[in-house]
């Protein structure tokens, strides 16, 4: 029977030169010797398997594990092998029957005689000692009349010390019929006191052929945690973290939306279902350790699961061109293209270089689902290269600071559904974007204009991102933000948006005219606007508000409004909210909190909250306390706040205020004297900053910074 063989890496010429001993039937031993873990073993099966596809070369071979037994265990596994008489090896012999019946009887004449214990224990010792001797060497005996009648080839593996084969029954070299005997041993000398023919040292294999093998046992390892995974989804959800750079820290919401753009997601009936089996997809991945945690929804792949997922992926390296992700590339090479025909994947971040050079005619990208070039300086594609994408599905060419226009034939991208623009200078979207009916995420900068009826023109839009990080004010026209949120109110496809906001008008409009945009908003950023009073509504699937560089004289919540607060159940479409409410969340005890006590959570979704810059806020209260699972909260510059939450708190309610929060980052609040009246917990806090809050008094800071 064969021996299971990995590959063997490193020793083809080894084996060459012994397998040449091996056909020689002159040479009767041989000896393989090195260091533990040198690839002896293997060696020594590959040279197993062989002799056993020859047929009729050996009447007898057999396989021993030596390491360090008895002489009757080897005589044992090759007794096995000769077929010989199970009864014979286990039958005493008459002289070792009659020893027994001897000692029974003395021991039962000298029962109760103590002097005559130690001598008959010494005894016993010594005839069994010889007794065995006697076995071995009739078993020899057997062995050895067998093995002259016929040809055989003994493997032994891992000889530790010399054995002495003739008392085992195994002919001398002087024998007629054909034989072999083949070791490993980590002694030369063990070679020498065998009296091997030839012997052949395996050394190290060179660093080059030993990562190869050990990355190659390590991938196969690593396979098994993928090959557990629940499903098909999460394994395809897994694998497509490898086309992100070594080390890069995708943010949670990044990486499910691109499982989304790719399909994967789609058994969910809608956005936020799959958005939640998503976070609970990343979350398993976590827990088994392929994806490892590196910050507040921020997450990695080590870079050896990386290789072991590129490798799945690309059908165990047969296809090694199908995921193509790299990084730092100074230029693209005419011929680098040539490479993505038989791709379905490509990744390429930091590249320098333009591509208005690459003749696009030489070949079709059939294939190709996902394209992602990113943090970049590509300024250029040539016109007509997307035309020899008709698979692509994600286009991301988000953070390539030169990038100013698209080219024309972007519409011709008819199954593309996931665009990603952000953080580019594009100022002009082309004319034929607005073919692309099957687009369902549209992410784009703040700076980009969005043409009237653009929005309305993407039918199947469920996902719609328009923010920047370094917002011009003069450069954004009052009238486009109005339409953009007119006509994402009016699209009933519309699930998921983020928006950044500037004018105060259009913040009124939104809050006041716009319910479906409201429930449908997961992050909305206000800047630089001046409203006396900003009367919020219940906004259920909000996660991130920033409010920033604002007038703002107080914020209240409004009451008895039917897709406000008052009291309601549920969302506006009759299903559950996705966060249960914390039971006996502390209600305000003063009129400045809240104007509708029932509705605590009316941003029940709300995990991140920024205020930076509003010189004339001072109570923030309405905000922490409809906030029931805040993780993280950053105040900083807004010199009229006194105390983050005002009022009375009762006993019952103190361990449940901020008590899913991470990080608090509080900074330049002049005034500030504390964060509630009471001491709070904080029992999940890992992180606070506190600076420049001279009025803050002892005990007003979390008493518990780090967990």
Partial sequence: MEIPLEPPVGLDSSFEEVWNWVQDESVRRIGIYGMGGVGKTTLLKKIHNEILGMKDKYDVVAW????????????????E??????SEWDSKSESDRSTENKESHRSTEGKNKESHRAAKEKKKELDEAAEEMRKELDRASKIRSQLKETSFLLFLDDVWEVIDLLNLGIPSHDHQHKSKIIFTTRSENVCGQMQAERKKKIDCLPPDKALELFRGKVLRVLEFSYDALPNETHKRCFLYCSIFPADHAYHMDELIDLWMGEGFLSECESLREARDYGIDIIRYLVRVCLLVEVGMSSFKMHD??????????????????????????????PNEFMKWADAERISFWGVDGRMENFRVSVTTFSSLSTL??????????????????????VLDLSFNEPLAK????????????????????IRRQPVLIKNLTKLEFLLIDRDCPVPKGLILSLTSLRVFSWESENLIKGKINDGEELHVIEELDGMNQIEDVCLQLIFA???????????????????LEIRSVTIQKLSLKRMEHLRYLGLLDCTIGEISMVEGDPYGCGGETGRGDGSEFPHPLPSCYPEPTSTSTSSCPESQGCFRSLERLTISSCSKLTDVTILIYHAPILTSLKIDNCPSIRELISGDIEDSHVEKILSSLIELVLKDLPKLESICSRALPFPSLKSYDVRNCPNLKKGGAPARPMR
Wanted: charged share 25%; aromatic share 8%.
């Fill in 64 to 79: 021993i594990v030596v390491s360090q037994p008895t002489s009757s265990k080897i005589q044992e596994i090759i007794w």
């Fill in 81 to 86: 092998k000769l077929h010989l008489s199970k």
């Fill in 304 to 333: 050896v699961v990386q290789d072991m997922a590129l490798w799945v992926a690309s059908e165990h390296g047969e296809k090694k061109y199908k995921i193509l992700c790299q990084e730092k590339r100074r230029y693209f090479e």
């Fill in 372 to 393: 992602i070039i990113r943090h970049s300086r590509v300024d250029l594609f040539p016109n007509g290269l997307f035309s020899f994408m008709p698979s692509l599905r």
């Fill in 406 to 425: 698209l080219p024309i034939d972007i519409g011709v991208l008819v199954n593309l559904r996931y665009l990603n623009l952000r953080r580019t200078p």
């Fill in 505 to 523: 008008a259009d913040v009124q409009k939104l809050l006041a005219n716009c319910p479906h945009l409201q429930r449908c908003l997961r992050e």
